[in-house]
């Protein structure tokens, strides 16, 4: 009996100390995630404290350079120059400044995990001292002016200026600005032109003429003007542009161009943008700077922005020649320099124009620069090239507007592989295929069977379900095709990958290991003694 | 026929704004590639294309006092334009540099003689030439149907095989060949406008004959499709050099611009 019970114990004792040894392996492990972890983030620390060190040390020794350059300047009489020098001498040493705070208190900070009020004081610190000091006046000294004060908005930062001198603050309504503009989550951009900023006239009305429009299409959420300022609130869109993103494609794909499913991808995405445009063009509006870098990329979509030369169809304004070359109509310019009116043209179509030249871009990863003559130098699906040289063609013959243009693109996508869709199976080529002479039929397609199944109906431009993509690491450009499906009402939790399960099993594995342990020494124990 | 009796040349003393735009259409990719060339990378996008439209512009502007007696060919003419605007520009850069105002050469009629300078090379001509057919195939394009002129595309400009084109476009050989002709014709008369509208000596019209644009059907199509893919070829090359430059542009203002964010939004070209 007692041999069977020491039996028991020992192979209890055994299982324990395995699952001990294996929680302690996973327990180890995750361990080493977690340093490897921390031992990146001092490592980001570090070089953020460097790059700040080296920052100010650069910044400071070009200022103090430049000082006797100031100086000499001002010796042999020019001031003009000397005061240039000293203007520049007093950028490196705010630089440098700036540079020295990033080394000594943010990077130091945010080792410490607290980079996020870091943020916090950034945001708020100027508009306190504006508040307290300076008298509502518009001058610098703090982080940042208090003209990027936006009333129910917090500025987050502050992007890239655009060419029309209008400054772009990325910033996050609060809770009763988000119920009054209708935006359940996600952040703004807050567009705006100050005259204090060098903003003209000229440049506030013509962004200021689509508003209505726009604000009718959901784009534009909000705005506000003033006697000197005038802004108006988008949706800020997060991800990567277009351009950027086609280009890394073809990076990874090599001379020898895309393979199917990234064909598949890039068309989807154009398509994301016709559709855009079509919807724009039935409310009165076009775009008129249709580029890659105006779509943004994210989760296998590209939503389409900047509303900064976007015109009403109807305007009675005379055309302009702004654009961006290679993506813009030449007969926009033709007819610009004729000097029509927007509204005697079909200005959607220059849109249209724009958007062939954007796949004509995705396809190639280079600017159509001779329009509808730009060759395709790598090979892409025959029907794609296609629907791009339509779409760029010349006035009279391109695709009477984007609808037409998006059926074409849906029918090449639906199938799953636009190599295998032929232009003649285009619903705009069979609405305008010409009739074959008497005696004449039509070409037997040697690729399809005998007897093939008849073409899908057209599909529904605005039923097609489409496959969705979604990246999965931006540097590769690896990325899955999901179906589409609605969302979940909750987004359930991912799983947890902490050090909390390893360790409870192991202390279980532990007590259980104990437990057996004690009993084999009491039955040994009482054994001896009997 | 002098050609600078021509409507076109009209249009340009006339400052017809859209003749001028053909004109930057037709040569603008020859002058620019030109001026890249002699710049030797040290030029940048925005200043190439600065001067690509100063010479047009100088150009537009000479015509007025061009003489035709002197015999220059267009393409040397061109050359001298684009030669003097370059020159002007480094005159002006150099002055800058020195901090004083030093006043750009001047506009005369010594562009009509033949430069010293400035002579052109063989590269230089075939891009004329091929500007020239360039211009003829775009009006080409503009003129023909849209199916007929990728047919003729697909068949003389990529070389691909009639029943090829056929099953792509869902027709049959006979048809291609038919959407062939149609375009061929609309294409030989506008090659004659074009070298017409852009040759001023006998021997530049005659360039057409020796690149073999004169000949039957078969050979026309030959020598279209060979000037065609030697200008594909150049202009490859140009936007190569032109998308290296801009990428170079951008990292110079990223570089700039440290407090770039994450995402990006919208800017503006106007």
Known sequence: MSGGIEWTLAVLATIAASAAIV???????????????????????????????????????????????????????KPATAREALASSGREAREALVALYTALVVAPLRLVGLG????????RLPAALGEGGSGGGTGGGGLRSSRADFEGYTVLRELARGGSGARLYVCEPDARTRVR??????????????????????????????????????????????????????????????????????????????????????????????????????????HKDI????????????????????????????????????F?????????????????????????????????????????????????????????????????????????????MLRDLDRAIAGGDPGAVRPADLPSMRASQEEPLPGEGRAPDPALPAG??????????????????????????????????????????????????PLAVLTAALVILGAVLAAWWWLKDASTGG | MNQVDTAFLRRLRARDERAWFELWEAFGPVVRGTLYRWGNGRLGEETLRDLTQDTLAALTDSIERFDPQRGVRFSTWLLSI?????????????????GGGRRGASLDDSWMGQSREAQPDELYER????????????????????????????????????RDIGVQLGVSEPTVTRHCQRVREVLREELMVAIEQWSFTDDERAETDRAGLAADDAAFDEALGEVWRAQEEILALDLKAQMAAQAEAKAGANAEAKAAPRGRHPKDNA
């Open chain 1, 328 to 404: 813009r109509d030449p007969e926009m310019v033709r007819q610009a320099l004729r000097g029509a009116r927007v509204s005697d043209v079909d200005a959607a179509r220059f849109d249209v124009y724009g958007a062939g030249a954007v796949l004509h871009f995705v396809l190639e990863g280079t600017f159509p620069a001779h329009g509808v003559l730009s060759g395709f130098r790598k090979p892409s699906p025959e029907c794609l090239r296609w629907i791009a040289r339509r779409a760029m063609a010349d006035f009279d013959h391109r695709y009477a507007n984007a609808d037409e």
């Open chain 1, 452 to 501: 093939r199944p008849a073409l899908p109906p057209p599909p529904d431009a605005r039923t097609l379900g489409r496959a969705r993509f979604r990246v999965t690491n931006w540097w590769t450009g690896s990325y899955e095709m999901v179906s589409v499906r609605p969302l979940p009402a909750s987004i359930p939790a991912q799983g947890r990958r902490g050090l909390g399960p």
């Open chain 1, 23 to 77: 929680a302690a392996g996973l327990a180890l492990g995750r361990l080493g995630v977690v340093a490897g972890l921390l031992g990146a983030h001092i490592g980001r620390c570090a070089k953020q404290f460097g790059a700040g060190i080296v920052g100010f040390i650069g910044g400071a020794v070009v200022a103090l350079l430049l000082l006797p350059v100031a100086l000499a300047r001002l010796v042999v009489a």
């Open chain 1, 116 to 123: 996020p009020v870091l943020g916090h004081v950034r945001t």
């Open chain 2, 82 to 98: 684009a030669k003097h605007v370059l020159g002007d520009e480094m005159d002006r850069r150099y002055a800058l540099k020195r």
């Open chain 1, 291 to 326: 580029k890659p870098e105006n779509a943004i990329v994210l989760d296998g979509r590209a939503t389409l922005v900047d509303l900064g030369l976007v015109t009403p169809l109807a305007s009675q304004m005379t055309l302009t020649t702004h654009g961006t070359e290679y």
């Open chain 2, 127 to 162: 891009r004329v030439m091929s500007a020239k057919v360039h211009a003829a195939i775009r009006a080409a394009q503009r003129r023909a149907e849209f199916v007929h002129f990728e047919a003729y595309r697909m068949r003389v400009l990529e070389n691909r095989n009639g």
């Open chain 1, 181 to 286: 503009i209708g935006l359940a989550d996600g952040f703004v951009v807050i567009k705006s032109f100050d005259f204090d900023d060098g903003t003209h006239l000229a440049e506030m009305l013509r962004e200021s003429r689509s508003l209505d429009a726009a604000r009718k299409l959901g784009l534009v959420l909000d705005h506000e003007s003033s006697e000197r300022r005038f802004h108006y609130v988008m949706r800020f869109h997060e991800g990567i542009d277009l351009g950027k993103f086609a280009r890394r494609l073809h990076e990874i794909a090599g001379p020898d161009g895309l393979d199917r499913e990234r064909f598949l991808l890039v068309a989807a995405l154009v398509r994301d943008i016709v559709a855009t445009l079509r919807d724009w063009h039935a409310a009165g509006l076009w």
